[in-house]
């Protein structure tokens, strides 16, 4: 699958997925993050342009798409600095809590990362917890440089663990450190509503 804006420029695309040819005629909705809803896209289902479907998408909002929310946040250490991602959103939705979050530039080592999330203005914050997946704090072997390429959970302030539904419309996060031998950290975290969306739970 292919997108193109109204120029006819592709748009990157993290993450592709095949399709049956079969199946391409049944598809009715697309997923787009990130997107902005003034301009105009093409949605091109492949394979072979003769079994291609064009889909103009003019309003993302009717296609009812999940809500999600994106927070990057990054700690700098020359000078010592941190970008907090901050976010709102008009009505509660149900999140399910990751188990680990991202680091998309430099390196987590043992630091740590604080995901705050609260479900209306008089409620207090809960604190979740993340370190660093590397035994040091400044990974030098594949091994410990790989698995410092996220943090991993620890703790949340209410007990709540990863897998668990939570309803917050307040989010915040904010990398407390990572290795500072490797530069700037920052880390990505992708929060979807799953009362759009949906999935089931295993037990």
Not at 102 to 117: E, I, L, Q, R, Y
Not at 138 to 158: I, L, N, R, S
Not at 159 to 170: F, I, L, N, S
Not at 179 to 200: P, S
Request: proline share 6%.
């Amino acid at each position: 699958m292919s997108v193109l804006d109204s120029s006819g420029t592709p748009v990157a695309i993290e993450e592709d997925v095949s399709i049956d040819p079969a199946e391409c005629s049944s598809l009715s909705r697309a997923l787009i993050v990130e997107l902005s809803s003034a301009e105009t896209y093409t949605i091109v289902f492949e394979p072979g342009s003769e079994q291609s479907a064009l889909v103009l998408i003019e309003n993302l909002a009717e296609f009812n798409a999940p809500e999600g929310i994106l927070l990057t946040a990054a700690r700098l250490y020359d000078p010592s600095s941190w970008v907090v991602a901050e976010e709102g959103v008009e009505h509660p939705f149900t999140f399910e809590l990751p188990s680990e979050i991202p680091v998309v530039s430099g390196n987590a080592g043992k630091g740590w990362v604080v995901f705050a999330h609260r479900d209306g203005e008089s409620d207090p914050f809960t604190y979740c917890f993340y370190q660093g997946g590397a035994s040091v704090w400044h990974p030098t072997t594949p091994a410990d440089v790989a698995a410092g390429e996220k943090y991993e959970f620890v703790a949340c302030t209410d007990g709540a663990v990863p897998g668990d539904d939570v309803a917050a419309d307040h989010f915040k996060l904010s990398v407390l450190k990572g290795d500072r031998q490797v530069g700037t950290t920052a880390v990505e975290l992708l929060i979807l509503d799953e009362g759009c969306g949906g999935h089931e739970h295993e037990h």
